[in-house]
């Protein structure tokens, strides 16, 4: 049991680790780089982006990141030393957090986007991206700290393991 928790624990904190590069690095790179685009670029520079992210690897961590902290926090409650599992537990909420802001905010706007077709043949892409750009930006920020203080609480329980 003590080696299942381990590697939980491990795969916990790498895909914690991912996803938290993954949204910080659109906070501190991505959108600030897409900002300096017109309108109709940024639509479809979104779009694109938006398409080319939901692959094998993306799914794995960002899946990964609950379902692994999960197996953890599970596995530690058999543990005889449960040191690790109030930071395991921590680490569950943040990437819970991280999840649900991006499953109920970041995805339906992802959608919007998508939905809103071809960017050159949108009437008004200013109007799509005033709608959209500020709170997808704030809610990546939410994510992409939830995230990192996922990864800190993972790191201190693997620590106190």
């Known amino acids: 049991m003590d080696t299942l928790h381990l590697i939980a624990l491990l795969a916990a904190l790498l895909s914690t680790g991912l996803m938290a590069g993954l949204f910080t690095g659109y906070s501190?790179?991505?959108?600030?780089?897409?900002?300096?685009?017109?309108?109709?670029?940024?639509?479809?520079?979104?779009?694109?982006?938006?398409r080319v992210i939901l692959n094998g690897r993306f799914m794995t961590a960002f899946l990964g990141a609950v379902g692994f902290t999960l197996a953890a926090a599970v596995l530690g409650l058999f543990l005889d030393d449960r040191a690790a599992l109030p930071w395991t537990?921590?680490?569950?909420?943040?990437?819970?957090?991280?999840?649900i802001g991006t499953m109920a905010r970041n995805v339906p706007l992802n959608?919007?986007?998508?939905?809103a077709g071809d960017p050159a043949a949108l009437a008004d892409p200013?109007?799509?991206?005033?709608?959209?750009?500020?709170?997808?930006?704030k809610w990546n920020h939410?994510?992409?700290?939830?995230?990192?203080?996922?990864?800190?609480?993972?790191?201190?329980?693997?620590y106190t393991t």
């Open 28 to 50: 501190y790179s991505v959108m600030p780089g897409l900002s300096i685009l017109d309108d109709r670029a940024w639509v479809a520079a979104l779009q694109h982006i938006n």
């Open 89 to 99: 537990l921590a680490g569950l909420a943040l990437n819970l957090v991280s999840f």
């Open 111 to 115: 959608n919007r986007i998508e939905a």
């Open 126 to 137: 200013a109007a799509l991206r005033a709608e959209v750009e500020a709170p997808w930006i």
């Open 142 to 158: 939410v994510r992409g700290a939830a995230n990192l203080l996922g990864l800190a609480a993972l790191a201190w329980a693997l």
